[in-house]
């Protein structure tokens, strides 16, 4: 079926119709898979069909590939819901956005993959769950063409009101999974998260530092090798390496001289002497490096 969808996406989605009611409710969540690739509007009418499905969890990952569809029919109801929350304040002497969390939930709301009940490990309280969940399903160019700010006045917006934890968890959803090769600027918002210790607490800089690019990764690098007091410097080369690996990228000269740099200063100060993960990585890092940065690797 994943091959067929990517010779002729129209029959993959005819064939998976066709069999879905043969399928158990675990077949019918794993085979939505395919609609990873090569999403479009023309998969509209069957996703939205699955909102009514008997199983929880399909229609919650049929309602998460129609929020990656900015001009559907949920993606629109979910942008009224949402308008309806936001509102002009007055403070002092001028007016601020201010967004207001639900206060009762909405039944038609869970045709739409919502649901009212937390989960029993959920930190967020009843509203913030459910704008939470709101937030989640709107894509991240839907805030900066709202409210006509840059993701770092929102980021800043958010801290500045009640609901952070919803809003900022939300958007870092919006940059995991599928989602994040969809999301329009999705490097600016990583970078504007990444440079937000609330949001970084909340999301971990992983993921964030995943929606870069290698080269717009280094200076948060630069800050992870610098404190090894909390990162030891093996598992930072590991997680440097791993990624210029994935992403079949060199670290930069530069970079990788401010790399020897820091090796050179834990092997004088016996910091490494039993960090094994260091031993493994360093030569994996030295293999990456570009040719110029051997001088100083000899040195």
């Known amino acids: 079926l994943t091959a067929l969808r990517a010779r002729d ?9 066709d069999g879905l009611s043969e399928m158990n409710a675990a077949e019918r969540l794993a085979l939505l898979d395919i609609f990873d690739n090569h999403l479009s509007p023309a998969d509209e009418d069957f996703l939205e069909a699955l909102l009514t499905d008997r199983s929880k ?3 919650q990952r049929a309602a998460m590939l129609l929020s990656l569809l900015p001009q559907s029919r949920l993606v629109t109801r979910m942008s009224e ?11 002092l002497f001028r007016k601020q956005l201010v967004i ?5 939930f909405v039944a038609e709301w869970k045709s739409d993959g919502l649901e009212e009940k937390r989960p029993k490990s959920e930190t967020l309280g009843d509203r913030g769950w459910w704008l939470y969940q709101l937030a989640g399903a709107l ?21 500045a009101g009640d609901w952070r934890e919803a809003l900022l968890r939300a958007w870092g959803k919006r940059l995991q999974g599928p989602a994040a090769a969809q999301a329009i600027n999705s490097a600016d918002w990583a970078e504007a998260l990444l440079s937000d ?13 995943a929606c870069l690019p290698v080269t717009r990764r280094e200076d948060h690098w630069r800050q992870t090798l610098t404190n090894r007091a909390e990162h ?5 080369l590991e997680a440097i390496v791993r990624a210029c690996t994935h992403a079949q990228v060199a670290p930069s000269a530069n970079f990788s001289r401010f790399v020897l740099d820091e090796i050179k200063s834990a092997w004088l100060k ?3 002497q039993w960090d094994y993960a260091f031993r493994d990585s360093f030569p994996e890092f030295a293999a990456l490096m570009p040719d110029s940065a051997f001088v100083e690797l000899m040195n």
């Open 232 to 236: 030891p410097l093996g598992g930072a």
């Open 9 to 17: 996406p129209a029959a993959a989605r005819q064939r998976l119709q």
């Open 81 to 91: 819901r949402m308008r309806a929350l936001l509102h002009q304040e007055r403070k």
């Open 57 to 59: 969890e399909v229609r």
């Open 100 to 104: 207001e969390a639900p206060k009762a």
């Open 270 to 272: 016996k910091e490494s």
């Open 139 to 159: 894509p991240l160019v839907w805030w900066i063409e709202q409210t006509g700010r840059t993701p770092a006045e929102l980021i800043a917006w958010a801290n």
């Open 197 to 209: 210790p609330q949001a970084v607490k909340l999301l971990g800089s992983a993921p964030l530092l």
